[in-house]
């Protein structure tokens, strides 16, 4: 798990800030260009997996350590709840988009516009992203444990190495 | 119109190869250029949300096959196939393809909206009022985030409830592992 040579090293360092940045863009104009939470939570993730490929594994365990992408999936996870029952507590029903409604009309084709839609949009991408990160980090991990007992009494070998 | 049929013979010669070959390797690319061609399927027809989240899906995707595929030793399939197996499947396939001919004669043709046959279909509510009812000037994300917001959330809990799975029944194994001394 030593990565790649220099030259891919520091080209995806550099990329991988772009690509971070087009899915925080992609989630953030969900409401008003093609997009939403859910491709963009899957760039964030993919942003990750470039780093993990270059760099390996241990260095983006120490990037984004791993509490802190499950307590992100959490977060998603409980900010998309909210929302929806937060429209039960202001708006009377489940989800209805309260913000819009009563609020914060905002003006159509603004980036703050459609009252909870981005809020939603937020929430998704950021479950998505953690817990595809998540998902990929825990198959790298596997598979690397996994395959160490038939390949040989040797620690090091050299199928294990190859990322 | 042409583009389509050019698109959907690429996918089909792939898919074929897919199954076909030997090589894992070619395998994984076959799938992803099946990939590729869906995502180009839909940009043609104006489904701009479903390509973007296609394309980045099968990217994410290819890299975990073809990673997987490449770190092992042999990655070429011997064997034959199973005789038996082979005559159920296509017997199977004889059949959906039958039934598939019937219920494609009920469907409106290729590139005609719904709303043109169904008069009160909701797609014509949602394209007609979607902008005032919801302030999203993406219909899409209007649809999925605020007419449609049970599937989302259930999508998410699917989502949840795999990725809290996987991480519980993988995460075990690789720790009691870890704790060996590291070579």
Not at chain 1, 113 to 126: E, M, R, V
Not at chain 1, 148 to 161: E, H, I, N, Q, T
Request: aromatic share 12%; charged share 15%.
């Amino acid at each position: 798990m030593k990565g790649m040579t220099i030259i891919v090293k520091t080209i995806s360092g550099w990329v991988k800030v772009l690509i971070f940045l087009f899915g925080i863009d992609v989630i953030l104009f969900g409401h008003l260009t093609p997009g939403g939470g859910f491709a963009g939570g899957v760039i964030l993730a993919s942003s990750y997996v470039l780093l993990m490929l270059a760099f390996g594994r241990e260095f983006v365990e120490k990037n984004l350590p791993i509490p802190l992408a499950s307590k992100l999936d959490c977060l998603g996870a409980f900010l998309f709840a909210a929302v929806a029952i937060l429209g039960l507590v202001f708006g009377g029903a489940f989800f209805v988009n309260f913000l819009y409604q009563k609020y914060l009309p905002g003006q159509a084709l603004h980036l703050v516009s459609a009252g909870t839609i981005p809020l939603s949009n937020i929430a998704i991408g950021l479950k998505v992203g953690a817990s595809l990160f998540l998902a990929i980090f825990a198959l790298s991990a596997f598979r690397k444990d996994f395959q160490r007992p038939d390949a040989g009494g040797d620690g090091k070998s050299p199928v294990a190495g190859q990322e | 119109m042409a583009i389509f049929y050019i698109l959907l013979f690429f996918m089909v010669i792939a898919a074929i190869i897919a199954v076909e070959t030997k090589d894992l390797l070619s395998s994984v690319i076959c799938v992803g250029a099946i990939g590729f061609g869906g995502a180009l399927m839909f940009l043609f027809l104006y489904a701009p949300d479903i390509a973007i989240t296609q394309i980045v899906v099968e990217v994410l995707g290819l890299i975990i096959l073809i990673r997987a595929t490449i770190s092992r030793d042999h990655t070429f399939l011997t064997g034959d196939r199973e005789f038996f197996g082979m005559v159920v499947s296509v017997a199977i396939l004889l059949v959906i393809f039958l039934a598939g001919i019937k219920v494609f004669e009920t469907l409106p043709p290729f590139g005609t909206p719904i709303f043109a046959q169904v008069p009160d279909a909701p797609s014509q509510t949602y394209i007609e009022k979607g902008l005032t009812d919801t302030g999203a000037a993406n219909l899409v994300a209007g649809v999925i985030l605020d007419y449609r917001g049970y599937d989302t959330l259930g999508e998410a809990t699917v989502l949840f409830t795999a990725i809290v799975g996987a991480t519980v029944i993988l995460r075990t194994r690789s720790r009691k592992r870890l704790e060996e001394p590291d070579a």
